[in-house]
């Protein structure tokens, strides 16, 4: 059945990487998404990677895409306050491509 | 362009009571979605409109959740008597339908509603 998973919770020391998990069960999603969400506030789409791509770069976030183990990461490089949220992972499902997300990793950045 | 619109933003009721939730999604976009999100949990998807149609409300529980989407613009979530275990933050998305897509959905504020 279909399935994300992510660990819960990840702190980090502000200005070193962040790295967040996730594992997904549809091996037919087209694509995978990271949302974020902050307190009080919708999901942001933060970034996306398309199935037949291993990673994609964009500014301070680097996606990995493992489809053999089907396997996501999302890398905060230089992690500010800022980035302190909760992150989601999602996958494509079904002929409407709904959305399966994750329980969300809460990222918490320390001085 | 403006985002997704919804409200109210936070609402209290008793249960058995009835309620209903408002949202105008981003100009120009064809599906809708509504999805219930309870504390510490992502988001699950409740139901799917393609423009006034319905495409997937197989989490619906539709003994008591309704939604309609009338001329293909605004929807509204209604839930009818509500359960304690209806306590949640019902967001609403939207996105384009085009040939090109990446399916990315664009996500209101939510409305956090509370049954006690």
């Known amino acids: 059945g279909e399935d994300v998973e992510q660990s819960l919770f990840l702190s980090v020391r502000e200005g070193d990487s962040s790295v967040i998990n996730c594992t997904y069960t549809d091996s037919s999603s087209t694509y995978l998404y990271w949302y974020k969400q902050e307190p009080g506030a919708g999901l942001q789409l933060l970034t996306y990677i398309f199935s037949n791509m291993d990673m994609k770069q964009d500014q301070r976030l680097t996606v990995l895409l493992n489809k053999k183990d089907k396997h996501l990461s999302l890398r905060i490089a230089d992690t500010q306050t800022g980035d302190s949220a909760i992150y989601f992972c999602a996958e494509t499902s079904g002929g409407y491509n709904k959305l399966i997300f994750g329980a969300g990793t809460r990222l918490a950045v320390h001085p | 362009e403006a985002g997704v619109a919804q409200s109210p933003r936070y609402k209290i009721i008793e249960k058995r009571q009835s309620v209903a939730f408002w949202c105008n999604p981003i100009?120009?976009?064809?599906?809708l979605y509504w999805y219930q999100q309870i504390l510490g949990q992502g988001p699950k998807l409740l139901i799917q409109?393609?423009?006034?149609?319905?495409?997937?409300d197989s989490q619906l529980p539709k003994d008591r959740f309704s939604a309609e989407r009338l001329k293909g613009v605004d929807s509204t979530l209604k839930i009818q008597p509500a359960k304690l275990e209806d306590s949640a933050v019902y967001l609403c998305a939207s996105s384009p339908l085009r040939r090109q897509t990446t399916y990315e959905q664009y996500f209101g504020p939510g409305t956090r509603l509370t049954v006690t």
């Open positions: 100009s120009g976009h064809a599906t």
């Open positions: 409109f393609q423009n006034n149609g319905v495409v997937d």
